[in-house]
Nanobody
Framework: EVQLVESGGGLVQAGGSLRLSCAAS????????IGWFRQAPGKEREGVSC????????YYGAAVKGRFTVSRDNAKNTVYLQMNNLKPEDTAVYYC??????????????WGQGTQVTVSS
């Protein structure tokens, strides 16, 4: 069974940090790019970050660049999203998704269930 399971969300004060994890199983993790997305109530889904499968290139949305860092540990089939200097506007459900090959804006094959991140003022 293919699974992507996000964890690490929670409630944090503005300026604080969280580290999200995306644990994958049921597919060849090393062959897939892993993207992070988020969706806040009443808003469109937003691309947050992505890390490619082969070259390890990373990408960030403009709203999080300089504050978030994505990394992967292929031995653990896990991708991490380190989120620093969190702002209330970062509040959303965060999803990870897998796409075979390199990072791309769409056409992701698998999606996780999401984890809630809430940043208070």
């Amino acid at each position: 069974e293919v699974q992507l399971v996000e964890s690490g969300g929670g409630l944090v004060q503005a300026g604080g940090s969280l580290r999200l994890s995306c644990a994958a199983s049921g597919f060849i993790f090393d062959d897939y790019a892993i993207g992070w997305f988020r969706q806040a109530p009443g808003k469109e889904r937003e691309g947050v970050s992505c890390i490619s499968s082969s070259d390890g290139d990373t990408y960030y949305g403009a709203a999080v660049k300089g504050r978030f860092t994505v990394s992967r540990d292929n031995a653990k089939n896990t991708v991490y999203l380190q989120m620093n200097n969190l702002k209330p506007e970062d509040t959303a459900v965060y999803y990870c998704a897998a796409l075979r090959g390199l990072c791309a804006p769409d056409q992701y094959d698998y999606w996780g269930q999401g984890t809630q991140v809430t940043v208070s003022s």
